[in-house]
């Protein structure tokens, strides 16, 4: 990995909070994926479950 010679704070600050900002965004997108994932699955059951039930 190369090194980059930042020419003062602000460049290297505006680097670090858009990283943070990346940070940020993919958690959130990870955190919706596995969420929608969860409310498939229990959907699922839930579906399952009155299938079930109702054709008994």
């Not at 602000?10 to 940020?24: K, L, P, Q």
């Not at 229990?42 to 399952?48: E, K, Q, T």
Request: hydrophobic share 55%; glycine share 8%.
């Amino acid at each position: 990995m190369t090194e980059r010679d930042w020419d003062d704070d602000s460049e290297y600050r505006r680097a670090v909070r858009r990283t943070w900002g990346m940070v940020a965004l993919a958690s959130c997108c990870s955190l919706l994926v596995v969420g929608l994932v969860v409310l498939a699955v229990l959907g699922a059951g839930v579906f399952l479950f009155l299938v079930e039930a109702l054709g008994a």
